[in-house]
């Protein structure tokens, strides 16, 4: 039995709304997007045009600097439009759906039985390759790289996180296809890195080829960054990746069958979900057909992803590629006079401002407002007391503010990508961009450094 490794720094938002555990197979939308926008440092080259026929795998367009990343259509159909942003940014890549899922065939086998060069490039044409995420930098993978571990966490911990154990039953073949396949592609070690606050499903405790660890502790303890800082802390010039559950179960399905499955499970959850519940359906599916009539009132935010990292969709937008979380929160456009005033029993306060911190266990129906303005960026202790690792981050910051590269560099930026640090800006009394300037810092090392 492996040791368990506690973590007391962190915080744990309770929100209303989590999700029942429920299958239900959503109804098929009309169309399905993907997005380039859910990529890191990516510039896409369109191969795609409106109105071309596409199958399940086709190629929708390629990375520019590293044309042999490709991403691929998850359903059948017509290229129905392009949405391009500002600077003719391209946003989606919106396919018709026909319903036939006509796929393109790719390269079946015993991933044992391939070489390196087989695995990797079936992933790349097959458009799976992006779901092998680097770390430093949080960007896909370079796939002639050799990572020295790759790491799987098989939990979430981030508000109304959906339950991995429940979404991964029944995955077992696939998962250790998976493991298999991503196996070959490194030297060193997978860690999977488990909830010790319960049994873990039978995926992960049967699995093989990999080092198991057992975690147990508050948001963000469920985030591979945390884990890979207590396994095997990341220094300059080394790389490991990162893999999500779900992702490696699709790797399995694909060298199973030759086929890419696009199928994933996402958790709709919220305050102001009527019926919150856990949902299959295919990669960049619009959200329409989940949502209607499920929504207990019209002015919410809905976002593709968790409340703190996530991204805002609209009624008619798309979930994100690896997203498997749609959170449904009220809008915060409205104002309370003179709130901080109030005794706040029904209000969230990490600094106990409120009394609400003497109910630990009550759930919230917590809303979008900032409640309050920005202010001059100050050091208040406050950062460290959720930010589990051996780093300054309120100095971090401000190095990457000023561009100091070499005190980015000492002060361990390339142990952190934005959900490490999602908690600081959501207890920032200054209210600090804090993921914004930390992906500005990511950005601008990676630069200096190509």
Not at 77 to 95: C, D, F, P, S, Y
Request: charged share 25%.
């Amino acid at each position: 039995m492996s040791e368990i490794i506690k973590i007391r720094k962190g915080l744990d938002i309770k929100l209303k709304g989590k999700a029942d555990k429920i299958f239900i197979k959503a109804p098929r939308s009309k169309t399905y997007a993907v997005k380039p926008i859910d990529f890191h440092s990516l510039t896409p080259k369109i191969v795609a045009k409106p109105c071309d026929e596409v199958k399940v795998g086709s190629v929708l367009f390629y990375d520019k600097y590293r044309p042999e990343i490709k991403y691929t259509s998850p359903v059948s159909g017509i290229v129905q439009t392009i949405v391009r942003g500002e600077r003719r940014r391209i946003v989606e890549v919106v396919i018709e759906d026909d319903g036939k899922d006509t796929a393109e065939s790719f390269l079946q086998g015993d991933p044992g039985k391939l070489t390196r060069e087989q695995i990797a490039e079936n992933l790349l044409e097959s458009g799976l390759w992006p779901v092998i995420q680097q770390r430093p930098y949080g960007i896909v993978a370079a796939p002639n790289d050799v990572p020295k571990a790759i790491f799987i966490s098989g939990f979430d911990t981030a508000p109304l996180a959906p339950d991995y154990d429940f979404i991964m039953k029944d995955t077992e073949e696939d998962f250790q296809t998976g493991i298999d396949a991503l196996a070959k592609l490194t030297d060193g070690e997978i860690h999977l890195s488990l909830d010790a606050s319960y049994p873990a499903a039978k995926t992960y405790t049967n699995a093989k080829n990999v080092v198991r660890h057992l975690f147990k502790g508050p948001h963000p303890t469920g985030n591979v960054g945390i884990q890979i800082h207590k396994i095997s802390p990341i220094n300059k010039d080394e790389i490991y990746w990162t893999v999500k559950p779900q992702d490696v179960v699709a790797i399995g399905k694909l060298f199973k069958t030759g086929k890419y499955d696009p199928n994933v499970i996402v958790a709709l959850s919220g305050s102001e979900v009527k019926k919150p519940v856990y949902y299959k359906l295919i990669r960049g599916a619009q959200i329409t057909p989940v949502i209607e009539d499920n929504l207990l009132k019209e002015n919410v935010r809905l976002i593709s992803g968790n409340v703190l990292t996530g991204r805002q969709i609209s009624n008619e937008g798309y979930i994100g590629f690896s997203d498997s979380q749609l959170t449904v929160i009220p809008e915060g456009d409205h104002y309370e006079f003179i709130g901080w005033v109030l005794p706040g029993l029904k209000k969230f306060s990490v600094s106990k401002t409120y009394l609400s911190w003497l109910t630990p266990n009550r759930e919230y129906r917590l809303d979008t407002n900032l409640s309050g303005g920005e202010r001059p960026f100050v050091m208040t202790g406050e950062y460290e007391k959720v930010v589990p690792m051996d780093i300054f981050p309120v100095q971090l910051l401000k190095s990457i503010i000023v561009d100091d590269i070499d005190k980015m560099e000492q002060l361990g930026i390339y142990e952190v990508i934005e959900e490490d640090l999602a908690l600081c800006e959501f207890i920032c009394a200054s209210k600090t961009p804090v993921q914004t300037v930390l992906r500005q810092g990511l950005n601008t090392l990676r630069k200096e450094l190509e």
